[in-house]
């Protein structure tokens, strides 16, 4: 079984930063590749950002490139999402998820079998 908690959401003014987190368990973390999606009110749940399993390879959403950063630390096993610039089009509840099938298939949504509960990020105008 995997367990993902998110942490970090909250309101922010346009222009401005947040850092999400997610926590993993399990000891094989290092295996799996990470992803974040999200889903705003009335919107279907959409790609953000992955990243391998090494960290040594992203993804992004074309919405989110040059303002989003996804990284991890496997000794902690976390991910982070690094999100600068926000925009009011970016509130939605974020999820971090894990593909355990050993091959990174990037933004493919249902390549992703564990999920988090979501953190609400809010961003005004």
């Known amino acids: 079984q995997v367990q993902l908690v998110e942490s970090g959401g909250g309101l922010v003014q346009a222009g401005g930063s947040l850092r999400l987190s997610c926590a993993a368990s399990?000891?094989?973390?290092?295996?799996?590749?990470m992803g974040w999606f999200r889903q705003a009110p009335g919107k279907e749940r959409e790609f953000v950002a992955a990243?391998?399993?090494?960290?040594?390879?992203?993804q992004y959403a074309d919405s989110v490139k040059g303002r989003f950063t996804i990284s991890r630390d496997n000794a902690k096993n976390t991910v982070i999402l690094q999100m600068n610039s926000l925009k009011p089009e970016d509130t939605a509840v974020y999820c971090c998820?894990?593909?355990?099938?050993?091959?990174?298939?990037?933004?493919?949504?249902?390549?992703?079998?564990?999920w988090g509960q979501g953190t609400q990020v809010t961003v005004s105008a």
């Open positions: 998820a894990a593909d355990i099938s050993g091959v990174m298939r990037g933004a493919a949504e249902a390549a992703y079998g564990y």
């Open positions: 399990g000891r094989t973390f290092r295996t799996f590749t």
């Open positions: 990243v391998s399993s090494s960290g040594a390879f992203s």
